[in-house]
Structures are given as C-alpha cells and as structure tokens.
C-alpha cells in the first residue's frame, strides 16, 4: 500500500492532482466555518437544535454541518445536485434535451451549462426561501430589504462558489470534483457522530457493557459498509458475440464482449428521491412552526419522520417504514427506465453484427435484456433497502441518532472507489502497480 502511494506521488500529474484536490478541499471545509453576515447565529442554533431532527439531519450530513453553522457553504451542492437530476429527468421529456444528450462532447457541455444555470436558480430560490422565513423568526439580526438582499447574495454565491470548485477539482484534481465535495462533507460529521455513540452507548457503563457496546457499534458499522461494497461492484455480465465480417481481404468481428448490468442500476438516487419525498412535507411543517399536534395530519408526520420507525413506544409509525421501502424499489426501477434503454443497446448489437448467445438479434434480445434487467434491479433494491434501514433501525430502537446512514455510506464508497480507480487508470499507463491490484 505504502509503495503504491510512493508510485503514484512519483508521477507529476497524479501528484499535482492530488495536491490541488486537497487543497481546494481546505478551502471548501474553510467556508463551511465562515458565518453568513446579518444572521443571529445564537439564535438560529436553539431555532436549530429545538426543530431538528432525521429530516434536518440529513441535509445537514450532505452540507458537512455548514447548514448548521449557518456559514456561507449553507446551500452548498445540494441546488447542483437537485438540478443535475432535474436536467437528467428532463431529457426524457423534453425532445431538445434528448437530443443534446446523443450530441457527444459539444452535447454534454450545453447540458452541463444549462444544468450551471439551473443549480444558481435553484439557490436563488431557495436562499430568498430561507432568508424571507429566518426573518420572520427573527433570526436575522435586522428583518429588513438590505438584509435579505445580502443573506440571499451571500447563499447563492456560496454554493456557485462550490459547484466552480467541484469542476476545478474534476478538471485539474483527481475524481468527480462534485461528488468529492460531497464525500468530504459527509466525512466531516462521523467524528461528531462516533463521539455522540461514544458518549450515549460506551462512556460511563460498566467496563464489560462498554466493551460490549463497543464490539457491537463496530461490527454493525462493518457489517454495513461491506455490504455497501457489494453492493456497489456486484454485476450481471451478459455475453455478446459479434459476427466475423471480411472486408477485401482482412477479416473483422469475431471477438466475444459482454454488457456489464450493474445490480445497483441507480445507485444512491432512488434513496435521495424517497428520502426528499418522505421529508419534504416534514421539512415543510417544521419551518412553518406547525407539528399537526394530535390530528391525523400530525400521526401522519410523525409517521414520515424515521427517528419514529421501529420504536417501541410507538410501533404504528412503523409503518412509514413500509412507505418507504416501496418508494426506494418504485424509484430503482423509474431511474434505470430512463437511463437504461434496451431496445436501444439491442438495436446497436445489430447494426454491429453483435448477439447475445441463444438469443435472436432485434426484440428478442430486447424482451431478453429487460428481463433480466427487472430480475437484477428488485436484488439491488433491495439491497439498498438493507443498508438504508440498518441504521434507521438501530436509531428507532435505541435512539443512536447520527447524521450519517445507509445513504452517506453508499456514496463515501462509491466515490472513494471511483477515485481509485481513476488513480488506478493514470497508474497503469506508467507500468506501476495500482491501489486496487
């Protein structure tokens, strides 16, 4: 491992690419400390800690705590994230967007623009969004036009700020700058969450209990992130066989490939889509002050919210808990629908002279395709259900209540393979041994 390392620092590129990665990473964990001018923070930390809760904590977990904070980064990627999906869902229905998307190169930097703009209009909103309530609640030190103005200004530019970072990172570092950004938020918060396990399940019990409690934490924390990494390398490779061709007098095809069909298809989206459903009207409720108290509507929020999940003074809430399962499985297969077109690959096998062994070019390589595609997404829905709900089980049934989850773990991992992996690339065209070999 030590020798790899020594490899790959010896390679300028690789080294200047690391280096600028980390340092643009101290610049983002920097501004996630600046406050943003004009906000009470006193005030907004106990608005905070009395409304807080798993709804909060999760957009906290993706903002690195900087939400919290109420620093310049509060936004921080969550508008470009928010709009890359809207942009990728777009393209299904709007012809031009399809269109730009088959393009190539020039097609994918109009979308990456559109998708810039997208990402600061978002953050307008959604900054005017918070400023306007803050004031309202008197979080703001002055409840006045120059103050919203300079709250809104000072959003907005911070998470333009970041998405510029995230694409220097991509083009001069190493990885995808955005999702590293992300990665290195969610990092951010395990010592707060290790520390808050420490103190409620291992500081102050009896050495044998604390020993015990140790063991457990740990072996569930491993447990979740092997499965993770399963789950995020396991595939289905199907074998193509592409017919031999003679063109004058040298002879093409004849070699065997297969279509890798990854289990995890959508990987975290399906999750962020059926998390922000199941939150959204929690989130709502709780920035206009009203909980619902005892009426159907307040059963039904707390029924939204996982921390009531698997708790065993209130067990009807569980409930929720099915609500989403069929939300995260709903969302697995809608995601790969539209990033995923069967017919098309099939059509494109033809054209080349490729088949699948056993099956008949055209439609029925298609109808084969699907098939197999519907069987490999419910095993990775499900697996996605698993990670997910192991720490929402364990914060329902003994209130380990930490910011990361199944969701946090499933994109530490997939981007710190991802990283490697690219790492691993640049290495292996300089003859050295990689990270993953």
């Known amino acids: 491992m030590f020798e790899t390392v020594r490899n790959a620092f010896k390679i300028k590129e690789i080294r200047n690419g ?3 990665t980390l340092l643009m990473l101290v610049v983002v964990r920097l501004g996630c400390q600046l406050p943003v001018p004009g906000i009470n923070r006193d005030f907004f930390a106990q608005w905070f800690s009395q409304i807080t809760g798993d709804s909060f904590n999760f957009f906290n977990a993706f903002t690195g ?62 900054s005017l969004a918070m400023a ?39 083009e001069y570092g190493v990885g995808n700058g955005i999702s590293i950004v992300l990665t290195i938020n969610i990092i951010s918060r395990i010592p707060d969450d290790m520390t808050s396990l420490f103190t409620m399940f291992v500081s102050g019990r009896p050495i044998a209990y604390a020993i015990l409690n140790a063991v457990i ?15 995020n390398d396991a595939e289905r490779r199907i074998p193509v066989q592409y017919a031999k061709k003679m063109q004058g007098r040298k002879q093409y095809g004849g070699n065997s490939t297969y279509i890798p069909l990854k289990v995890n298809t959508g990987n975290v989206i399906p999750i962020i889509f059926a998390s922000s459903i199941m939150q959204f009207p929690v989130v709502i409720s709780q920035l206009l002050g009203k909980s619902g108290g005892t009426s159907v509507w307040g059963h039904i929020l707390r029924a939204l919210s996982t921390s009531n999940w ?7 809430y569980t409930i929720g808990a099915l609500v989403y399962i069929l939300l995260v499985i709903f969302f697995a297969y809608f995601y790969t629908s539209i990033t995923f077109n069967p017919l098309e690959i099939a059509d494109n096998m033809k054209k080349q002279g490729g088949f699948i062994p056993g099956i008949r070019p055209g439609k029925p390589t298609s109808d084969y395709l699907t098939k197999i595609l519907n069987y490999i ?37 997939g981007v710190i393979l991802e990283t490697l992996k690219q790492i691993e690339s640049k290495m292996v065209v300089r003859n050295y041994k990689g990270f993953l070999s």
């Not at 103050?147 to 959003?155: A, D, F, G, K, R």
């Not at 698997?310 to 009807?316: D, S």
């Open 18 to 20: 690391i280096i600028f």
């Open 65 to 126: 705590g900087s939400f919290e904070n109420m620093s310049l980064f509060a936004l921080n990627i969550t508008p470009y994230i928010t709009s890359s999906i809207i942009i990728q869902l777009l393209t299904i229905a709007i012809p031009a967007l399809e269109e730009m998307q088959k393009e190539g190169e020039e097609g994918r930097k109009r979308l990456v623009s559109i998708t810039r703009y997208v990402t600061v209009g978002l953050a307008l909103i959604e």
């Open 132 to 170: 306007i309530g803050f004031g309202r609640s008197g979080i703001l030190e002055n409840y006045n036009a120059f103050n919203v103005i300079m709250v809104v200004c000072t959003l907005t530019a911070g998470s333009a700020f970041l998405m510029w970072i995230g694409e220097q990172i991509t």
């Open 217 to 231: 934490i740990i072996a569930i924390i491993l447990v979740t992130v092997v499965l993770t990494i399963l789950l």
């Open 310 to 316: 698997f708790n065993a003074a209130t067990p009807v």
């Open 377 to 413: 997404i419910f095993i990775g829905a499900v697996g996605l259900v698993i990670v997910a709900m192991i720490p929402i089980f364990f914060n329902g049934a003994f209130n380990a209540n930490v910011s990361f989850g199944g969701t946090s773990l499933i994109i530490i991992v």
